[in-house]
């Protein structure tokens, strides 16, 4: 198994950042690809940003690229998106991810983090 961590979550206003952390625990941190993912109230959980294990690799949705930045701390177990330039859009409950098998880095991923609210106020 897997634990996930999300933490960084908060109340900001439009055009404002926020750092989203992710802690992992439980299995090998270097060989997952890691993704984050978010919910708003009635809608489908999406994908936002996913990084490979190696951390050369990235992939945004189009709602967030150029604004919001994933990254990866080996050492510390950790994923962190930096999120500029936020929109009332944004606003959702953002989840880490964790996935240990498989090609593709916006899907398929078995492990969940219990989720950060982001709330961005216009």
């Known amino acids: 198994q897997v634990q996930l961590v999300e933490s960084g979550g908060g109340l900001v206003q439009a055009g404002d950042s926020l750092r989203l952390s992710c802690a992992a625990s439980g299995r090998t941190f270097s060989s997952s690809t890691m993704g984050w993912f978010r919910q708003a109230p009635g809608k489908e959980r999406e994908f936002v940003a996913g990084?490979?294990?190696?951390?050369?690799?990235?992939v945004y949705a189009d709602s967030v690229k150029g604004r919001f930045t994933i990254s990866r701390d080996n050492t510390k177990n950790t994923v962190y998106l930096q999120m500029n330039s936020l929109k009332p859009e944004d606003t959702a409950i953002y989840y880490c991810?964790?996935?240990?098998?498989?090609?593709?880095?916006?899907?398929?991923?078995?492990?969940w983090g219990q989720g950060t609210q982001v709330t961005v106020s216009s």
């Open positions: 990084i490979r294990w190696s951390g050369g690799s990235t």
């Open positions: 991810a964790a996935k240990f098998r498989g090609v593709l880095i916006t899907t398929e991923y078995d492990y």
